[in-house]
């Protein structure tokens, strides 16, 4: 289906759009369970971005060799799992790697690039409404679709106090398009108050099938977010963010953009191919054009087979049941 068109609507307000591509969403239920049939019975919610173009045909990621690409450490392991077992995390801890250092160049016209996005609730911020902002972070920036793959299928692990336990495979809850972009809210020039949106529409579920877990997840059929960059230097509120060897080495002159500040624009999104790269989602609109003045515009699904024409299927199989993204039921 590919990353669609935009079409800038009014002069006001200025907007630059720094990259284009396809975005998917899943969750996966609780640990022992078959199915989910609530937000009460989901363990994670993920988000995968595939930049296919930009201001820039290359865009600079982590090195392949750094140790970190596509090497899935567990670092998500349940909440439920790590209660069970202090023991079984100390031991895992030692095996956590750093974030991934060196820089290599990827063309994203004639390579897939994927992030693989954790956050850290079960939800994306309500769009129609003002909220606290939401954490997340990438947990595994790639160019083989396999390794996203074995990320979300399902897992077998062996804790302490219980046993065998078994992660369920994640459930593909949706597809779309997306723009990460700069955001000038006043005419006064590109000095005065820029900050960077990740917005997105959705091409699956169709609007006409029901949205009942994309609902119960707040993923809305298009959304505007404000995206900021922490700090990897700065210190995290206590039990809070990811620990001082898994949070994301950047490279100087990324590092040198960020400063002293806590938090920064996502300005280049290249802050997001580094593993263990930390961000917070702020709420911004559930309509792009009347806040961005911006209409995106995914390709029409009219193949009455969607399943032939899902890029997320395409990509990543049918790891599980696709009656979320079909249906848009629970499963």
Not at 112 to 124: A, E, N
Not at 193 to 207: C, I, N, R, W
Not at 297 to 306: G, H, I, R, S
Request: aromatic share 6%; net charge negative; with cysteine.
């Amino acid at each position: 289906m590919g990353e669609g068109e935009e079409t800038k609507t009014r002069e006001e307000p200025k907007v630059e759009i720094q990259e284009r591509g396809e975005i998917f969403f899943f969750y996966r239920p609780k640990v022992n369970h078959d199915e989910a049939h609530s937000v009460d019975e989901v363990q994670r919610l993920y988000i995968v971005l595939r930049p296919e173009s930009g201001e820039r045909e290359e865009e600079e990621k982590q090195s392949s060799d750094s140790g970190k690409e596509g090497a899935f450490n567990k670092s998500e392991t349940t909440e439920e799992a790590q209660q069970e077992s202090h023991a079984d995390d100390e031991k895992e801890e030692e095996k956590k790697k750093e974030g991934g250092k060196g820089i290599e160049k990827v063309n994203i016209v004639k390579k897939p690039l994927m992030r693989f996005i954790v956050m850290g609730r079960k939800s994306l911020p309500d769009t129609s409404k003002r909220s606290r902002p939401y954490w997340g972070f990438v947990e595994i920036v790639t160019t083989k679709p396999e390794d996203i793959k074995k990320a979300l299928s399902e897992e077998q692990y062996e804790t302490a106090t219980r046993g065998t336990r078994v992660k369920p495979a994640a459930r593909p809850l949706a597809e779309g398009v997306y723009r990460i972009l700069r955001h000038y809210p006043t005419s006064e020039g590109k000095g005065k108050a820029m900050h960077t949106h990740l917005v997105y529409k959705l091409e699956l579920p169709l609007p006409e099938e029901k949205h009942e877990p994309q609902d119960s997840m707040n993923v809305e059929p298009e959304g505007s977010l404000i995206i900021q960059i922490k700090n990897p230097e700065q210190a995290a509120p206590p039990n809070a963010g990811l620990q001082s060897k898994r949070k994301a080495t950047f490279p100087a002159h990324l590092q040198g953009q960020i400063g002293s500040h806590r938090f920064v624009a996502a300005d280049p999104p290249d802050f997001l191919n580094y593993e263990g790269c930390e961000f917070i989602l702020i709420s911004a609109s559930d309509n792009i054009d009347a806040e961005l003045g911006l209409d995106v515009k995914p390709e029409d699904m009219t193949d009455e087979n969607y399943k032939s024409c899902s890029d997320l299927v395409n990509m990543f199989g049918e790891i599980s049941s696709i009656k979320p993204l079909i249906e848009g039921t629970w499963a």
